[in-house]
């Protein structure tokens, strides 16, 4: 994967200054945090040393049983590591979206792979979690988490980029759902299905991706779902606060993680633009390249 997309691994420290109600609004990247009642480890709640070896131990069986396991899709990421641009900056472990050279990003040439990917798009017009004309020439499927934070780069500096596409009816971008990052990753997740049923997933979107860090996972509590809600213009919370924890919007997101794991994805952001793969925050011109490849415009 790209060093601009994220990884299922222990999230980053977190940004400081947590924000009490009525404070000044967060800048953009800025970030918040809930974090005075988190648990801090004790002696008393650490494992034992032994039983920590012994999950160390399976976690790397298992590790090894996955990767043992071949599947033609898999192929998709190993055909995005040559497709995407690499990074100019080779830093590793800042946190902050690198910034790719102009390389041609090229559609996949496994015809498995391109099999696969052209049974990706759903194109349904009931869909609360795509925007665009549901027959546009280019679909773009988008893999994120909420507490990704080159999800919420991508979100903020590169999606507004590729608005005029949509507008022109030549794009359609259908989001999934890749949660990596735990329960708060989930609720967030859910919380958006929710505000779509009620028309506003991607108001919810822009208003959480906004905020949101630049490096680390930012803790996200109840109340901040429901903030981020108001500020897209959920009418009713009442109903929000229903469908935000319904059994049937988790199997809409376990369907998306699913579709994610069968394909061997593991880090978001993760995208395919009719048969050609990226991975990882790209700016934007790299996305315009591949849209107007496959015959979209502004």
Same mark, same amino acid.
């Given at each position: ?14 940004? %400081?200054?947590?924000?009490? %109600? ?5 800048? %953009? ?18 494992? #034992? ?14 590790? /090894?049983? &996955?990767?043992?396991?071949?599947? =033609? +899709? ?13 990074? $100019? ?17 090229? #559609?996949?040439?496994? %015809?498995?792979?391109? !099999?696969?990917?052209?049974? &990706? ?6 869909? #609360?979690? @795509?925007?665009?004309?549901?027959? @546009? ?23 507004? =980029? ?8 030549? &794009?359609? *971008?259908?989001?999934?759902? +890749? ?12 919380? @958006? ?14 208003? +959480? ?37 319904? @059994?049937?919007?988790? $199997? $809409? ?6 579709? !994610? ?5 593991? /880090? ?9 793969? &990226? ?11 591949? *849209?107007?490849?496959?015959? /979209?415009?502004?």
């Amino acid at each position: 994967m790209s060093s601009s997309s994220h990884q299922n691994q222990p999230p980053s420290p977190q940004q %400081p200054s947590p924000q009490q %109600p009525g404070s000044r609004p967060l800048s %953009p990247g800025q970030g918040w945090k809930h974090g005075a009642d988190e648990p801090v480890a004790t002696p008393s709640n650490r494992l #034992p040393w032994v039983l920590v070896a012994m999950l160390s131990a399976l976690s790397l069986l298992l590790g /090894g049983v &996955l990767l043992a396991q071949n599947s =033609e +899709l898999k192929q998709l990421r190993n055909q995005a590591s040559s497709a995407t641009p690499a990074p $100019a900056d080779s830093s590793q472990g800042s946190g902050q979206a690198q910034q790719p050279s102009q390389t041609q990003a090229q #559609p996949s040439q496994n %015809p498995a792979a391109i !099999a696969a990917m052209k049974k &990706l798009p759903r194109r349904d017009p009931k869909d #609360p979690t @795509a925007m665009g004309k549901v027959d @546009a020439p280019v679909v773009m499927i988008e893999w994120s988490d909420f507490r990704c934070p080159f999800c919420s780069v991508w979100t903020r500096e590169t999606l507004p =980029e590729l608005q005029p596409y949509i507008d022109s009816g030549s &794009l359609r *971008i259908e989001h999934r759902d +890749l949660v990596l990052f735990g329960e708060e990753s989930m609720n967030a997740a859910m919380a @958006a299905r929710a505000a779509g049923n009620q028309g506003k997933f991607w108001e919810f979107s822009t208003a +959480l991706h906004k905020v949101a860090p630049t490096s680390g996972h930012p803790t996200i509590k109840q109340a901040d779902l429901e903030r981020f809600a108001k500020q897209a213009g959920v009418p009713d919370m009442a109903k929000f606060t229903k469908d935000s924890t319904s @059994a049937t919007t988790r $199997a $809409a997101i376990d369907k998306d993680i699913e579709e !994610a794991r069968s394909l061997g994805l593991s /880090g978001t952001p993760f995208f395919v633009v009719n048969t050609t793969p &990226l991975s990882g925050a790209q700016p934007a011109e790299v996305f315009s390249q591949v *849209i107007e490849q496959n015959g /979209g415009k502004k």
